[in-house]
């Protein structure tokens, strides 16, 4: 059995992790990250076509109100872009007849990065020795001692994969997530337990899709891309094309439960029809076409995700506690943030905020 030790544990290689691990990096402290997927990014992921990245994951950040993301877009020397909304929306009924309606500017404006949203996990790692980072390592265990915590990796009931010893924890995972994967020894109180469980993961029981053009068809006929639906399976449709000289792309949110998601290919031409009922051809022949169903990612989501989130939950740490194990365990990821919480704002925030209170403790 391989047994590790480290200063500090990073859980978590989303980008609440990352950025902890960027911090951690700057102020030359001694860390390791594991993350449990074969990828960095979490809930950022991107697929690369023609040097264009398409956003399965979050896509937008708004500038006027995420002074934290704008600063690291400029500290890692991205490019951004502001959301193309030039144009009349559409909307689509119960019956499924189609209207053209005035175009929705949000406000504060959308903007989206150049590269994808990948592009700050890559970035990030520029700034994180190589040796720090473990890839396939899900943690199974957490057990407190009296000069810090024990870590196992692997699968309860299975063969342990290694363990690691480390004085203080970073916990950058979503509670729920965390509570429903991860035996804590000693158990965690019932109070703190329960918040947890009940902290749902944002766009954890979400799908969305991806269709790529050569050609903006529904802008040459005076459309912004955006289009919502009462029918589905979509419930609505965002322009997702690369700032300059395409592609050009749709994208947006199936409006469908996950337990209703069972059929990718018969729900992939479902949407192309939709498409297509809603801008014309060639809408339903896309060059590629892209689906990621985030409630069957068994890192994202649990069996509490699956039902349909109606609404942006209020998020703070769970229980209103930022550490526990006096202080050997921090608690990081953008459901614990108390400000933009399931948001890549809130996901740098609670990371900045974990690594500030290892020095209190």
């Known amino acids: 059995m391989v047994m590790e030790e480290t200063e500090i544990l990073i859980i978590g290689g989303g980008l609440s992790g990352l950025y902890a691990a960027y911090l951690l990096s700057r102020q030359k402290k001694s860390f390791t990250l594991l993350e449990a997927r074969p990828r960095f990014g ?7 076509h023609n040097s264009y990245f398409s956003d399965l994951g979050p896509s937008w950040y708004w500038p006027e109100i995420n002074p934290k993301i704008l600063q690291l877009v400029q500290t890692l020397r991205l490019e951004g872009f502001q959301q193309f909304e030039n144009g ?3 909307f689509q009924y119960f019956d499924g007849s189609v209207a053209s309606v005035r175009g929705y500017t949000t406000v504060p ?5 150049s590269g994808g949203m990948i592009s700050m996990v ?3 790692l520029e700034y994180i020795p190589e040796k720090a980072l473990r890839l396939r390592h899900p943690v199974c265990e957490i057990r407190k001692e009296s000069s810090g915590a024990l870590v196992s990796v692997g699968e309860l009931e299975k063969e342990i994969q290694c363990r690691f010893k480390a004085r203080k924890i970073i916990l950058a995972m979503p509670p729920r997530l965390a509570a429903a994967t991860i035996l804590f020894t000693p158990d965690l109180s019932f109070h703190l ?3 947890m469980l009940g902290t749902a993961t944002w766009m954890a029981g979400q799908a969305k899709f991806y269709a790529l053009y050569n050609d903006p068809f529904w802008r040459r006929h005076g459309f912004s891309g955006q289009a919502f639906s009462q029918k589905g399976p979509l419930g609505e449709i965002h322009d997702g094309s690369a700032d300059k000289n395409g592609p050009y792309g749709l994208t947006g949110f199936i409006n469908i439960p996950a337990a209703q998601r069972n059929h990718e290919e018969a729900l992939t031409e479902a949407i192309l029809s939709q498409i297509e009922a809603v801008y014309g051809k060639p809408a339903d022949q896309p060059v590629l076409f892209y689906y990621q169903d985030w409630a069957r990612e068994p890192y ?3 069996q509490f995700d699956q039902p349909p989130m109606r609404e942006h939950p209020d998020y703070h740490p769970p229980a209103g506690q930022t550490a526990i194990w006096d202080g050997v365990l921090h608690f990081a990821g953008s459901e614990t943030a108390d400000q933009y919480g399931g948001y890549l704002e809130g996901a740098l925030s609670s990371a900045q905020r974990a690594v500030m209170n290892l020095s209190k403790y």
């Open 300 to 302: 994202t989501a649990t």
């Open 122 to 124: 890559t970035q990030l």
């Open 88 to 90: 009349l929306g559409r």
């Open 193 to 195: 337990t329960q918040a």
């Open 109 to 113: 404006a959308s903007w989206r990065i």
């Open 42 to 48: 979490g809930r950022i992921l991107s697929k690369e």
